[in-house]
């Protein structure tokens, strides 16, 4: 019996070379970047200053919780959305000194 990760993997491997053989300007995955927290502002600043917002009531549904971070989101303050983007060059190159491991900060 083969395993789903194992024919996950061979269809990765598969579909890298289609890619490889009909793309000229493909990328290989070795050259995209991590998925990293440290390479989306997203990770790095906004859902902690929404979920430090939203923890400070219980919130004790789905719909409560929903809600809550839609109004935090609607009501963030411009500043800091461009401090984050003002820095993210920066993280990037945190995570290239890191060699696309995690930075701390």
Known sequence: MVSSRTRLAQKSRETQAWL??????HWSPDLWPPSSPDCNP??????GMVENKTNKHAQNTL???RTAIVVE???MKKDPVAKACGRFRHHLEMVV????GYIEK
């Open 20 to 25: 490889l053989e009909n793309l000229p300007y």
């Open 97 to 100: 000194v890191a060699d696309g």
């Open 42 to 47: 997203f990770d790095y600043l906004f859902w």
């Open 73 to 75: 989101f609607a009501n």
């Open 63 to 65: 719909d409560s919780l």
